[in-house]
């Protein structure tokens, strides 16, 4: 499934009261629910093979399912640096080349074009290939290279 429909349909879910949402596209289907599940299957898997979205109650004082993760300080763009924020529509590691020993996509200073691939990131052992959606020039990138990230994070600015 499309990776920008993937955000629309969270970013729906977050902004809306609806509590889960399933919806299937070919040979995939995806279930998400609040509290951050996303459970993305083919629809080959037997619906034993998929995990099963977290049932029990949280401990007392704990932070409840549907507040969102604070990202790492150093993640936020710092004060003084504007522009465009590009964001992470997943849960998983970053990385900023297509392989180990390849050159990263983009570097600091270089253009960048609305589309354009600008770092991968690795969720449940797929590899998902994330695009710019500004145009503009990298000021700033706030990630470091096989990194964990959080749905939101802040992961690039493009000025």
């Known amino acids: 499934m499309d990776l920008r429909k993937l955000k629309k349909l969270i970013d729906l879910v977050q902004e809306s009261g609806i509590a889960e949402l399933e919806i299937t ?55 003084g640096q504007e522009g465009h924020v590009v964001k992470s529509p997943m849960v998983g ?37 994330i695009e710019a959606d500004a145009s503009g020039t990298i000021r700033a990138i706030l990630v470091e290279n096989g990194q964990p990230v959080e749905y939101g994070q802040a992961l690039f600015i493009i000025g």
């Open 25 to 79: 596209e070919g040979e995939e289907r995806v279930r998400i629910a609040r509290g951050g599940v996303v459970n993305v299957t083919p629809l080959s898997v037997p619906p034993a093979a998929a995990a099963p979205a977290p049932t029990a109650a949280p401990p007392a004082g704990s932070v409840p399912a549907t507040a969102p993760a604070a990202a790492p300080a150093a993640a936020e763009p710092l004060p």
């Open 93 to 129: 590691t970053f990385y900023r080349a297509p392989a180990p020993d390849a050159k990263p996509f983009i570097e600091v200073g270089g253009a960048v074009k609305e589309g354009q691939t600008i770092c991968v990131i690795e969720a449940m052992k797929l590899m998902n290939e």
